[in-house]
């Protein structure tokens, strides 16, 4: 592809609005194109990732038996009520009307319409196992999008969803998917870890997320290299060694009425009862502190902080806005409410996080961050329990580490099949919920993690296997009538072989090396002056060096 004809608007200023590092080079390097808050236009560069990385999805979704489809956006109202997310999705989900006045969401997740469309098809346990997978726009009102495509609110996921007659057969594709994705990931070059995660109040699911290993990232992984142990922190509940102890209870010993009393009457008000995937959560509000309860499927539009008190707690509330506290059905491919999505006006520093009944047996810190709630993790024995499970007994340093959810993999069970009855006739003839699992992959927000990990202070370094092209071809010196003959002629013998982008602009050399960085191919070729000699220069994206070729060695030096 000849650059002149390319659409890459590079820019040579460092955009001001951009807030990571893959968002600023992604705008630097004329990938994207913002239209309004968390969402972009995809411009060539992204948009040949983009196939790369859904290339290596589709092959290894095929590759474990995965059939792909492409299911609608518009989701009619009636099957999400039937699953009752109408309700329970909260404001991420986008609605609209058509003109009828009926009402429609722009799907952020399938299982709605792909358990509707099974109960239609499916009636017999022959017909199972089953997996069908899409690439698709997916839409979701996040309440911050931010980190340019990490977290958009309308971007591409793979989703995938598995149908069984029995629990062998689920764990069997489970496994299967894991892989997939072990080897997805691997594939397009994250470094990521895979690790257990909280399932919401569904209970007893089992859930991983595959995490790209980034400070920019928003999930916190808590791990020990001796046992192996990886979880979520949101799902880790860890008793953790004595030094993290006294802090936290010193933390919670400053709060006026510490625990449950608090807890009881925001219960009271949002009329819930306490259930054990509430959680408190202690923050400072203009040196005020104030217990916060969330609980795994509420939403809350701007409620006052005084609100959750009674009377007399309400000196120490402030007028501190809620604005929101977004969750969704638990055991979802949404957004499961177990991290602390709560937004206030203030700036408000959250001070601990603390599980209700928080030091009993079987419950101890969820949602601990650590560098923000404590700093020393400490060495010693320790237990980590998770929910619904027996407590497992590990020893070894106790680590943090900050990823980008990349993806996840989900026993549903029979939560939707159940809800919106999807049955099968079994052997015995009898009529049975079918057993499902869902699986996602962010495809844009994957392009970003890799961007996140494959850079320099010059801009991005592609890994082959996702790369846009693999060569830039490059003239120094555009007036330099034999060097542009000789690069056309190479581009010609190069682009049988490889996927070439030929810098033919009328620009300065310095311009064309500054984008050629930004845009960060494998492997440049320059034609500069060295061509009279018939020789051309070239340098691997990741290294310094650049070595001089004979221009009818190129095909074979890059081999
Ligand atoms: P998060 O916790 O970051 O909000 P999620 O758990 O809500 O993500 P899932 O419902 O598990 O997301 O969706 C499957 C995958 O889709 C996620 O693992 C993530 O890679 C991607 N994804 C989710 N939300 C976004 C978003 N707003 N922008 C880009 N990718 C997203
Ligand atoms: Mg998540
Ligand atoms: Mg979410
Ligand atoms: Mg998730």
Not at 115 to 131: F, G, N, Q, V, W
Request: aromatic share 8%; glycine share 8%; with cysteine.
């Amino acid at each position: 592809m000849k650059q002149s004809r390319m659409f890459i608007p590079t820019m040579r200023e460092t955009p001001q609005d951009a807030d990571s590092l893959s968002h600023r080079y992604m705008l630097k390097s004329g990938m994207i194109k913002q239209m309004a808050a968390g969402i972009y236009t995809y411009l060539p560069i992204t948009k040949l990732v983009l196939n790369n990385i859904e290339q290596i999805v589709r092959e290894e979704m095929n590759d474990i038996g995965g059939v792909e489809i492409h299911m609608p956006v518009l989701h009619p109202k009636e099957l999400w009520e039937e699953s009752g997310r109408w309700q329970a999705y909260g404001s991420e989900l986008m609605r609209m009307k058509d003109r009828h006045d009926r009402d429609f969401a722009l799907g952020p997740t399938h299982e709605e319409i792909v358990t509707a469309l099974l109960r239609d098809e499916l009636k017999s346990y022959k017909k199972l196992p089953l997996t069908l997978f899409q690439i698709q726009t997916k839409f979701r009102d996040e309440l911050r999008p931010r980190f340019g495509l990490l977290r958009g609110r309308e971007f591409i996921m793979k989703d995938a969803y598995s149908f069984h007659s029995d629990e062998a057969s689920l764990d069997e594709t489970y496994n299967d998917m894991y892989r997939a994705y072990s080897n997805i990931f691997r594939r397009v070059g994250l470094n990521y870890r895979a690790v257990e995660a909280d399932s919401g109040s569904i209970g007893g699911s089992h859930t991983h997320e595959f995490m790209a290993l980034s400070e920019i990232g928003e999930d916190i992984i808590v791990y020990t290299d001796e046992s192996g142990y990886a979880s979520n922190i949101e799902k880790a509940a860890c008793i953790v060694p004595e030094a993290v102890d006294s802090a936290a209870q010193e933390a919670l010993e400053k709060v006026p009425t510490p625990g449950v009393d608090s807890c009881l009457s925001l219960a009271e008000h949002l009329n819930i009862g306490l259930m054990d995937t509430t959680k408190t959560m202690v923050v400072n509000i203009d040196g005020e502190f104030v217990m916060i309860l969330i609980r795994g499927d509420h939403e809350l539009n701007d409620i006052k902080v005084r609100d959750y008190f009674g009377a007399e707690d309400a000196e120490f509330a402030t007028d501190a806005e809620i604005r929101g506290i977004m969750n969704a059905a638990p055991g979802s491919l949404g957004p499961v409410g177990s991290s602390i999505p709560v937004y206030l006006d203030h700036q408000v520093d959250v001070m601990y996080n603390y599980p209700v009944g928080a030091n009993t047996d079987e419950y101890h810190y969820i949602n601990v961050n650590h560098g923000r709630d404590f700093e020393a993790a400490g060495t010693g024995d320790f237990r980590f329990i998770t929910e619904g499970e027996k407590a497992e007994d590990y020893s070894g340093e106790v680590k943090f580490m900050k990823g980008i959810e990349v993806g996840q993999v989900f026993k549903l069970g029979t939560k939707y099949s159940e809800s919106m009855n999807l049955n099968v006739l079994n052997e015995n003839g009898r009529s049975v919920p079918v057993l499902m699992g869902c699986y996602g992959i962010g495809i844009s927000r994957t392009l970003s993690a890799i961007i996140e990990s494959h850079h320099d202070d010059r801009g991005i370094i592609w890994p082959k296997s996702v790369t846009p092209f693999d060569i830039h071809i490059i003239t120094a010196n555009p007036k330099d009538r034999d060097a542009q003959d000789a690069a056309e002629k190479l581009y010609e013998a190069l682009g049988r072989e490889y996927r070439v982008l030929y810098d033919d602009r009328k620009e300065r050399a310095g311009v064309k090396f500054a984008d050629s960085d930004l845009i960060g191919l494998p492997y440049r070729v320059v034609i500069g002056r060295g061509i009279k000699d018939g020789r051309v220069e070239i340098k691997a994206r990741d290294s310094e060096e650049t070595v001089e070729v004979e221009i009818g060695q190129v095909t074979e030096y890059l081999k």
